[in-house]
């Protein structure tokens, strides 16, 4: 449920300004193929673009699970 929800006592404001090239390709292919596995890489890219959210890198560092409709990457691709 967290990494569809997230944390719903800690709302997180997303910059959009974190909504790199980079990032949203590989929000996109994380959300094509279920690869779950890249949410690391997304974290480096989103550290990158100067996001520094304890719980949106945390989130994508942790070890899971983690399931299509993940909140962080949603932030990214812009859905609600």
């Not at 997303?14 to 994380?30: D, N």
């Not at 596995?37 to 990158?48: F, S, W």
Request: glycine fraction near 12%; charge should be neutral.
């Amino acid at each position: 449920m967290r990494c569809v929800f997230g944390n719903p006592f800690r709302p997180v404001a997303f910059s959009p300004a974190w909504r790199t090239s980079t990032a949203v390709g590989l929000a996109e292919g994380i959300y094509a193929d279920r690869a779950f596995d890249r949410l690391l890489i997304l974290a480096d890219a989103l550290q990158d673009a100067g996001c520094g959210d304890a719980d949106i890198l945390g989130h994508c560092r942790g070890t899971g699970p983690h399931v299509r409709g993940c909140w962080v990457v949603d932030l990214v691709l812009g859905k609600s």
